[in-house]
């Protein structure tokens, strides 16, 4: 664990004081971001208010950083028939097992179905009665809606033919097993609409353009966009996120929560500002036709509904958390 997280969860746990003492606790997709922040958390916990036990679910197997002495490691796939027959029952699941990234739910959509769908409902299962049930979906479920800020109450316009129609109609389906969990499992269950988090974590292979342009400053002194970088997206600090979270966990009701930033600017912005923060040089190509011709425009949620939950920090601002993001990337 770098410093930087650790500073970061112990900051958030001097803001809060939440109780997680006498559960069981299982995060998959634990090697992600945010995954790796939550049981960061949950491992750091004073006594009195730590869970009974922590286990992570990754396919791999490989951390950003080394998880707590403490916590169990299942290395399996979620996928594989009979895998989650074999883990336990808990009192709190946070699944947030998926293929984020883009270039990897467009090329494995099958699994990218499964983990939202049959997996999902197979972990509901392993929840104890009175538990948490916390299934991760994504601002993908709002695409080709028309609006500039998605709210919980609104939905995507895209068909099931659509590129992105795996990892989205995944989405919608895993809330909606979410929803009749907390009808008929006597759960406490959430779904999470996640919009562009980021932070100190990221793998080596990450694709998505945050990662990317800070490798290539990192490496080269210099940002090449693959295109003209008009699409806006709101980011939101990985510390940020894990607030929200929490707070939707302790103190919300069963429903569907945005999560997210408000550091809302172009990705040519974002570039621009990763270049400042490394010394770097950006080139941008002339043409204004978009790299991913599929991927939304414009990305933004109204938080309101999980900001009126109490235990929140203040938002993080975007050269903060790039400088800090940057920091563990160079150290890594």
């Avoid at 790796?36 to 958390?41: D, G, H, L, S, V």
């Avoid at 946070?94 to 099958?110: M, T, W």
């Avoid at 929840?127 to 916390?134: A, C, Q, R, S």
Wanted: aromatic content about 8%; hydrophobic content about 35%.
């Amino acid at each position: 664990m770098t410093d930087i997280v650790s500073s970061d969860i112990n900051s958030y746990i001097d803001e809060t004081n939440f109780d997680f003492s006498g559960k069981r606790v299982l995060i998959t997709g634990a090697s992600g971001i945010i995954g790796n922040y939550i049981q960061t958390y949950l491992s750091k916990l004073p006594q009195g208010h730590r869970p009974e036990s922590v286990s992570l679910v990754s396919k791999t197997g490989q951390f950003p950083f080394a998880p707590s002495p403490t916590c169990l490691v299942e290395n399996i796939d979620l996928t594989h028939t009979g895998s989650v027959a074999k883990l336990d029952k808990y009192d709190s699941i946070f699944h947030a097992a998926g293929y984020g990234q883009p270039g990897k739910f467009l090329a494995n959509e099958v699994k990218t179905i499964a983990l939202n769908t049959w997996v999902t409902e197979a972990l509901i299962e392993k929840t104890n009665p009175g538990g948490d049930f916390v299934f991760f979906s994504s601002s993908e479920v709002y695409a080709e809606n028309p609006k500039i800020a998605y709210s919980e109450t609104d939905i995507g316009q895209t068909n099931t033919d659509h590129p992105r129609a795996a990892y989205i109609e995944g989405k919608r389906l895993g809330e909606t097993l979410t929803h009749i969990a907390a009808k008929h499992h006597q759960l406490s269950a959430i779904s999470l609409r996640i919009a562009l988090i980021y932070g100190p974590g990221s793998k080596s292979d990450d694709e998505r353009v945050l990662y990317t342009v800070i490798r290539q400053a990192l490496e080269n002194r210099q940002v090449q966009l693959r295109d003209s970088g008009s699409a806006i997206r709101t980011y939101g600090y990985v510390l940020n996120a894990l607030s929200q979270i929490i707070s939707a966990v302790v103190n919300g009701t069963s429903g569907i929560y945005n999560v997210g930033g408000n550091s809302k600017l172009t990705i040519r912005e974002l570039a621009q500002t990763v270049c400042d923060l490394t010394d770097s040089k950006l080139i941008v190509p002339v043409s204004e036709t978009a790299f991913l011709k599929d991927a939304p425009k414009h990305v933004e949620l109204d938080l309101t509904k999980v900001l009126e939950l109490p235990g929140q920090i203040p938002f993080i601002g975007i050269e903060d958390g790039l400088q800090r993001t940057i920091q563990s990337m160079r150290s890594n």
